[in-house]
């Protein structure tokens, strides 16, 4: 995890104070440029179809992001774009923290329009979201700040409760005193160099996050926010291995009921203007009970996830990618509508629950017979032979992935029977030893 510096959260107001955006000027004509923090090939891919004559360019690589303290990264960031000779049309992104932080400073700096820092900041630091939450929604889990000083659990929280980090990327659960005093001691250690407060903070050193574990299914909802008006773009199932954690498939469209789907609406509506959110693209998740439509929300992304760009491409005919750059040019979305090939489309996780040494994978041979004999499939082989599965980036623990398949059908069924026929296609070796 990357520290955060407290000499730039002191001068975050200065920079929220000092830079008024302004919409960039027409340019009919000739090409925009675009620059994307932590830009990758593959997403580049995609942001090369859009509709428009858009010249997309990275600043900083993901590596970059993954290594550098803020500090260094925004020194970085700004000397690359001060050595750009052309016009800078629009500064976005869609990574999280730091990326999510160094595009609204970087906006301000060039007079571009971009979220509020502030705004970002409430997004994803857990605790100070929380607080913001509890203002205007009751379906939040019971939460409190946990002093990894003097770790004690929070009044209010009961067990099973999960202990988290204040920035994303730690998180575990706990079921009584004894696993509490072991996680936060872990914590402790762990989060020795992180500092992410604010003025009046209610704990100014090292600090995790205690919530109270939620139960249902999972769902999330991803839209934008322009000049205060909020709009829900889309909604999405995440599905599970059952008894587990890991992630089957997402989904789009939701396949849940209206009434659940209308109340994740209403309270993105309420915590997005609560924030201050404004210029961008977000992300919601939350856990659902079907039956009683009851939602309780997990957390906020300040950012869309590109991950799912060619499920919205399929099914409304265009990637979430557009909404990101219409919002960094300065411009208004508008609605979108369902004018896609397909009425649901997935992105499945093919994994394996034990870990091995893998020792075949299917060739490109095997892999593009799959492609032909199936439309509305793509297929992503993740690990390599001579890897092992515990020691690869999607490991969640529990799951390991072997492959990513995107599957787009006209209905549920027809969707996982594409996918179930895909994944007995696919041969893969293991050497449990």
Request: aromatic letters at 8%; proline letters at 7%.
């Amino acid at each position: 995890m990357v520290p955060v510096e407290t000499s730039f959260l002191a001068g975050m107001a200065t920079v929220i104070d000092t830079a008024e955006a302004r919409l960039p000027a027409p340019r009919t004509g000739r090409r925009t440029t675009v620059f994307v923090v932590g830009l990758d090939p593959e997403d580049l891919t995609v942001l090369n179809r859009m509709p428009w004559a858009l010249d997309i360019r990275g600043v900083l690589t993901p590596a970059e992001l993954a290594t550098d303290g803020f500090g260094e990264l925004l020194a970085k960031a700004r000397k690359e774009l001060d050595a750009f000779e052309g016009e800078i049309g629009a500064i976005t992104g869609y990574r999280p923290y730091p990326a999510s932080a160094l595009v609204p400073v970087l906006c301000a700096e060039h007079g571009l329009p971009s979220v509020p820092l502030e705004a970002v900041l409430k997004c994803e630091h857990r605790y100070w979201s929380r607080l913001e939450q509890r203002e205007v929604i009751d379906e939040l889990p019971d939460f409190g700040a946990v002093d990894l000083d003097r770790p004690e659990p929070p009044d209010g929280v009961p067990f099973p409760m999960f202990l988290k980090s204040f920035l994303p990327g730690f998180s575990v659960e706990v079921r009584d005193e004894a696993e509490f005093a072991h996680a936060a001691r872990t914590f402790r250690s762990e989060l020795a160099g992180e500092r992410f407060g604010w003025e009046g903070a209610p704990i100014e050193g090292a600090a995790c996050l205690a919530e109270g574990a939620l139960h249902g299914v999972r769902a999330s909802v991803e839209g934008y926010v322009h000049q205060r008006n909020v709009v829900v773009y889309g909604a999405l199932d995440t599905v599970t291995y059952p008894g587990t954690r890991s992630v089957l498939r997402y989904q789009y469209p939701s396949q849940l009921g209206e009434d659940t789907v209308r109340r994740m609406e209403e309270i993105a509506g309420l915590v997005m203007r609560r924030i201050g959110f404004g210029n961008g693209t977000f992300g919601m998740e939350f856990f659902c009970d079907p039956a009683s439509g009851q939602v309780c929300l997990l957390q906020i992304k300040p950012t869309h996830t590109p991950e799912r760009a060619e499920l919205f491409e399929c099914v409304d005919g265009v990637t979430n990618h557009t909404i990101m750059l219409r919002l960094g040019l300065g411009e208004d979305p508008g609605q979108r509508r369902r004018r896609g090939a397909f009425q649901i489309a997935g992105t499945w996780f093919l994994r394996r629950f034990s870990d091995a040494i893998v020792t075949r994978v299917p060739d490109r041979a095997e892999v593009a017979t799959v492609h032909e004999r199936t439309d509305g499939v793509r297929i992503e082989i993740v690990p390599r032979p001579g890897q092992r599965l515990s020691e690869l980036p999607d490991s969640d623990g529990e799951g390991f992935v072997l492959a990513r398949i995107f599957v787009a059908g006209h209905t549920e069924y027809e969707m996982s029977q594409k996918y179930q026929a895909c994944a007995a296609a696919l041969r893969f070796g293991f050497d449990a030893a």
